[in-house]
């Protein structure tokens, strides 16, 4: 890991614990890879096939990367982002100025005026029970409106086979053995097509695999270590968390082999889903 991110893990874990729980997120890690994140948002977006919007919501906002797409295309929307972190939610108030942010859980949100869109780029990975959260998410839609939905299709690949294994195996593991058993499972393209269409909805879903290309295993693990790699970092302390990178990058090298001019590619598959009412 990068002098730099390794300063950043720390400063993370040290404001989680500042703040009280586990679970804060890093907006400076997770902003290192902007430009690729926002790649996936900006591709949802392109499968919106609304012409305008009045209302919009972008659940699970983070820095404002997704909010601030959202208010490119619908300038004249009322844009709110939701997240549960401050931190992430600051940044998005400083980032895009025009839309309004609440701290909120997306699994108690519950507007009582439907929106024409509802926005969630990476983020209902994190929350469990999709065939009643996606149906629930697309009753908040008006008529005409969209739910847009992208997430990560990680579970089999090397990076979080590896995350899980260096968590089972190493002195941490009876304090994360409950992280390896709620890491997120997205369903098959098939089960959100079946649940939204039985809610009514018009319904689109394709995958698309991305291929990152980062600065050798470091850039891997930097890539994690603002994502996926945080439920699993946030319980330890300092020294543990030293001891856990280096062995995930251990895991990952025979994986992530850098190419002749030292980039590693990253496979990342992503699944997409637009459901219209
Ligand atoms: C990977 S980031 C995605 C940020 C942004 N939407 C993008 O397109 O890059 C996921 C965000 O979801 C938020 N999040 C995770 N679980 C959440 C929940 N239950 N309710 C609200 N926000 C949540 C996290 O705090 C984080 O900011």
Redesign the pocket.
Known sequence: MTEAASRAVRAGVTAARQSGGAGE?NPAL?MKFVAE??RA?RDLLGGVPLTEARRVA??????G??AELLAARFAEAAIVG????EA?LAHARQRVPAARFVR????TWSPETPYDLVFA???LQ??PRHETLLPRLFAFVAERGCLAVQMPITLHEASHAAMRLVAAEGPWARRLAPIVRTQPVIAAFEDYYEWLAAAGAKVEVWTTTYVHMLDGVEGVVDWFAG?GLRPFLDPLDEAEREAFLARYREAIADSYAPRADGKVLLPYPRLFIVARR
């Open positions: 997120w997770y994140r926002t948002a972008d659940l699970g906002c983070g820095p990367n997704s939701l997240d549960t972190s992430m909120q859980d997306i699994a780029n990476a983020t994190f929350l994502s």
